[in-house]
C-alpha cells in the first residue's frame, strides 16, 4: 500500500491561493486603490468604480484590517471580526498589539513600523464565544497562531497599514490530523503485513492480467515454489490436470461478475504432486493511485479431503477385503439396473458362498480364515471384468454383478471360472485331517427373474441354497419353484 498526503497538499494550495489572493488585495490598494478606498480620515467609502476593491476588501477569505500609523484599528473586514470573537464595530479604534499575546507585542510593534511589506507569524488573543471584551477577566483568552502581512501605505501627510491576516491554526490541525492519519494507517498496514507473513494461509497477489506481482511465506511452504520464482509469472505453474478449461472459464467469469470466487481447486506444487486447496480470491479495487488487483487466500485442504475420503470409503467398504459392502452393493446394482433397462441387454447377479469355511476357521484360527477371505477377493476381482462389480456383504459371502450381458449363459462362464478359482486346500501337515473349501454359487438374470435389486438378490441366494444341496462346488440358475422349495427345507 501506498500513503498519500493528498489532505496535506489541498490544505497547502488553499493557503497558497488565498494568500495570492491577499496579495492581489495589496497590490490592488498599493496601485492607487488606496486613495481611492481611504480617506484622509482612513475611513472606507464605497463611490464610484473603485467599490469593487471594498467590495473585495470585504468578502476576502483571510482577515483584513486597515491601520493607522499608530497601529489602530480603522477597519476590519468580517472575517478577521469572527476571528477575534467580536464585531468590527467593537474592533473599530482599538490597538491591535491588544490583540496579540503579551509576548509578541514588540515583534508586532516593530513590524507596523516596516516601510516594505513584510509577514510575521504571532499569536492573536481572541475573545471566547458570548464575551465582549479580548482578554477579560470573566472568561478565558481564546488563542490562536496567524499569519500577518504587512504592507504600509499613505494617502497625502496620512500613514496606513493594510494588513491580512492568515490563520494558521486550521492548517496545523489538519497537518496533525494527518499526521495522526498517517501514522494509525501505518500502524494498521504493518499489522496487516505481519498477519500475512505469519500466516498459514497462502496468499497470492495478481494484477489484472494474472501476473503474480507478490506471495507469502505461506504459499512457498504449500506449493514450493519460493517468491522469486512464483512473481513475474502467472497462477498457471499451478495447475494440474484435475479440471477442465471450462471450470477456469467460468471461475474467471463469476470473478469478474461478482468481484469474488470460493472452492475447492485442484493444484500441483513444484514436485509434481497434486493437492487440494481451499481458495478465495477476491477483486481488489484500487485505492489511491494503486492498480486493481487479485488477492486470493488458500488452505491445503488435501489431509482434510483424505481423512474424509477414508471415512467416506470405510462406510460403503469391507474393512477386510476393502471390497464394496452391501451398502455399496445395493446402490451400484440400482445404477446397473437402470442402465441396463436403457441399453435393453441383461445383467446377472452371481450370489456366492465359500465350502469348507467355517472348518478352516475353527481349525487353523481367524488369522487364516481372514487371510483366506483376503485371498478370496483378489481371486475373484482377478477373474471379473473391469465392468463388474464384486462385493462382500457378510461372513463368507460375496456377490458379484454382471453388467451387460447379451445371454444369460454368458454368467454360467464366469460362474464355472470362480469355482476354479476358488479351490483351496490347506497346506499338509497343517492338520490331520485335510481341509478344503471351494465355492457353491446361485445365478439371478435380469429381467427373466427379476427386474429389482431385492428380488435379484433374494432368488440369486435361493439358487445358491439350491446348489449347496446339490452337492456344493458348483452353480445353479435360479428356477421358479426354488424359493418355495427352500423355505420349506428352512
Avoid at 467590495?55 to 473586514?77: K, P, Q
Avoid at 467593537?90 to 509577514?119: N, P, Y
Amino acid at each position: 500500500m501506498i500513503l498519500h498526503d493528498n489532505d496535506n497538499d489541498r490544505e497547502s494550495e488553499e493557503l497558497r491561493l488565498r494568500l495570492a489572493e491577499a496579495e492581489g488585495a495589496l497590490a490592488a490598494l498599493r496601485t492607487g486603490a488606496a486613495d481611492a478606498l481611504l480617506g484622509e480620515t482612513g475611513v472606507l467609502y464605497l463611490d464610484g468604480a473603485n467599490s469593487t476593491y471594498v467590495t473585495f476588501f470585504s468578502a476576502m477569505n483571510e482577515g483584513g484590517v486597515t491601520l493607522d500609523g499608530a497601529g489602530t484599528i480603522l477597519h476590519c473586514n468580517p472575517r478577521f471580526a469572527a476571528m477575534m470573537g467580536l464585531s468590527a464595530e467593537e474592533l473599530r479604534g482599538r490597538s491591535l498589539l491588544s490583540c496579540v499575546i503579551d509576548m509578541e507585542q514588540m515583534s508586532v510593534a516593530a513590524l507596523l513600523k516596516s516601510t516594505s511589506t513584510t509577514s510575521i507569524e504571532v499569536t492573536l488573543k481572541s475573545a471566547p464565544d458570548g464575551a465582549s471584551e479580548v482578554g477579560s477577566d470573566v472568561a478565558p483568552v481564546r488563542v490562536s497562531l496567524v499569519q500577518l502581512s504587512v504592507t504600509p501605505l499613505s494617502t497625502g501627510q496620512n500613514q496606513f497599514v493594510c494588513l491580512v491576516v492568515s490563520d494558521l491554526t486550521r492548517r496545523m490541525l489538519a497537518e496533525h490530523e494527518l499526521e495522526r492519519l498517517i501514522a494509525e494507517r501505518t500502524g494498521k498496514l504493518r499489522l496487516a503485513s505481519s498477519v500475512i507473513e505469519n500466516t498459514m494461509q497462502g496468499v497470492m497477489v495478481t494484477d489484472m492480467h494474472r501476473r503474480i506481482l507478490s506471495v507469502n511465506p505461506a504459499f512457498s511452504d504449500i506449493t514450493g515454489f519460493s517468491a522469486t520464482e512464483a512473481v513475474g509469472s502467472t497462477p498457471r505453474i499451478l495447475r494440474s490436470q484435475h479440471h477442465s478449461t471450462e471450470f477456469y472459464a467460468q471461475l474467471w467469469h463469476a470473478l469478474q461478475k461478482d468481484g469474488h470466487w470460493r472452492g475447492e481447486i485442484w493444484n500441483r506444487r513444484k514436485n509434481g504432486n497434486a493437492y487440494l486447496q481451499w481458495t478465495t480470491i477476491n477483486h481488489v479495487l484500487p485505492q489511491y493511485d494503486e492498480p486493481d488487483c487479485y488477492v486470493a487466500v488458500f488452505t491445503d485442504a488435501t489431509e482434510l479431503w483424505s481423512k474424509n475420503e477414508r471415512i467416506a470409503h470405510l462406510a460403503y467398504h469391507d474393512h477386510l477385503t476393502d471390497l464394496p459392502n452391501r451398502t455399496l452393493l445395493l446402490d451400484r446394482l440400482n445404477h446397473a439396473l437402470a442402465a441396463t433397462e436403457r441399453q435393453g441387454n441383461r445383467l446377472g447377479v452371481l450370489f456366492i458362498d465359500l465350502d469348507g469355511f467355517k472348518a478352516i476357521n475353527d481349525n487353523l484360527g481367524h488369522h487364516v480364515g481372514d487371510q483366506l477371505l483376503q485371498e478370496v477377493a483378489n481371486r475373484l476381482k482377478a477373474s471379473v471384468r473391469n465392468s463388474d462389480t464384486v462385493a462382500r456383504i457378510g461372513g463368507d459371502e460375496f456377490v458379484v454383478i454382471m453388467e451387460e450381458l447379451e445371454l444369460a449363459a454368458e454368467c454360467a462362464v464366469l460362474a464355472q471360472k470362480l469355482c476354479l478359482a476358488l479351490t483351496w486346500e490347506a497346506p499338509a501337515g497343517k492338520h490331520p485331517h485335510p481341509l478344503r473349501t471351494g465355492a457353491s454359487i446361485g445365478i439371478a438374470v435380469y429381467p427373466e427373474d427379476g427386474i429389482q435389486a431385492a428380488s435379484l438378490l433374494k432368488r440369486a441366494d435361493a439358487a445358491l441354497y439350491s446348489a449347496k444341496a446339490s452337492g456344493k462346488g458348483g452353480f445353479r440358475y435360479f428356477e421358479h419353484g426354488i424359493t418355495h422349495l427352500t423355505q420349506e427345507t428352512t
